[in-house]
């Protein structure tokens, strides 16, 4: 590289050296951004109350402890509600991939009426806050029915799906879950990417769609299928807002974080009640953060052939 910088001349030179200072700065910035609260957390999470008034330590605990973990598991009832978390979000993660897979292809690979209305829609529902379907959206799973089913089979005019997982399940099965919208994008831009050729050759060899996609779309589809099981997977694993809309008799890591001040009872130091706090968001996060580990080699090539940028 510096044979070819030596080559320039220097105004190319001066203009060349400059970008490289400020994508430097900018690299270091974001980097600075994105890891300072982690590793304020992590130093936080293992200080002695001795600490934290001693303005001599800033990283590296004076008295090392791990009673700040041993509180925020207990507060947060840390076993129980890491399991239900992930229970919650693994099964929701999978039937979000297969149905938004599903329809990602259709909308990218199958020409029928109505589909740029559809998918229009789809788009409209990434906009869409949250709050403005709440109500209708509890009261569709309190007085549950599916077209008079429910009265035929049960002789009841409704099931109350509430405290249950049913809504998690039938809106995830049905593409309308958390953030699907974004994820049917992300499957269609991917599957629109894949060339016609190699589900012309299937057809030819006597496959129909549904054999064609299992068996020759979906499996060159690991970067999408890696991005979405990130995000579904993140996304379920934070949410507080449908969790206490649905379950609130079911401890989860989100709620049990909201809730953890009052279990910490009447703490008569704010600090240190802060540092507890702190302490559970690590907890919460420690499983995120193993996991992108393993996949973010993929979730930067989806990002590079679906053209996701925020």
């Not at 400059?18 to 936080?44: E, K, N």
């Not at 998918?119 to 379907?133: A, H, K, S």
């Not at 016609?196 to 970067?223: C, M, Q, W």
């Not at 890696?226 to 694993?237: P, Y």
Request: glycine content about 6%.
């Amino acid at each position: 590289m510096s044979e070819w910088i030596g080559r320039k001349s220097p105004a190319e030179k001066a203009k060349l050296w400059t970008w490289i200072i400020v994508r430097t700065l900018l690299i270091l910035g974001f980097c600075y951004i994105i890891l300072f609260p982690l590793f304020l957390r992590l130093s936080v999470a293992f200080r002695s109350k001795v600490d934290i008034y001693d303005p001599t330590v800033l990283w590296i605990p004076r008295h090392f402890t791990f009673d700040n973990l041993k509180i925020a598991i207990t507060a947060t009832k840390y076993g129980s509600a890491l399991l239900n978390t992930f229970l919650i979000s693994s099964t929701t993660t999978i039937i979000q991939l297969v149905a938004c897979a599903l329809a990602g292809y259709a909308f990218a690979k199958l020409k029928f009426k109505g589909s740029g209305l559809l998918f229009g829609l789809v788009i409209f529902t990434i906009v869409v806050p949250p709050q403005t379907i709440m109500i209708p959206l509890y009261l569709t799973y309190r007085y549950f029915d599916l077209f008079g089913a429910i009265k035929l089979f049960t002789g009841k005019s409704s099931v109350n799906l509430i405290d249950t997982f049913w809504p998690f399940l039938i809106s995830s099965g049905t593409a309308m879950g958390l953030k699907n919208g974004l994820y049917i994008y992300i499957f269609r831009q991917f599957f629109r990417g894949v060339p016609k050729e190699l589900e012309e050759a299937s057809f030819v060899d006597g496959a129909g769609i549904f054999k064609t996609f299992y068996r020759i779309v979906l499996p060159n589809a690991v970067p999408a299928i890696v991005t979405v099981l990130l995000f579904s997977f993140v996304w379920q694993w934070n949410d507080s807002y449908y969790v206490s809309l649905f379950l609130s008799k079911v401890k989860v890591l989100s709620t049990q974080l909201t809730d953890m001040g009052s279990a910490l009872g009447v703490e008569p130091d704010p600090v240190y009640q802060s540092m507890l706090l702190n302490t559970g968001v690590l907890l919460m996060m420690a499983p995120l953060i193993i996991l992108y580990l393993f996949v973010q080699r993929y979730f930067v090539e989806s990002v590079e052939r679906t053209g996701l940028v925020g």
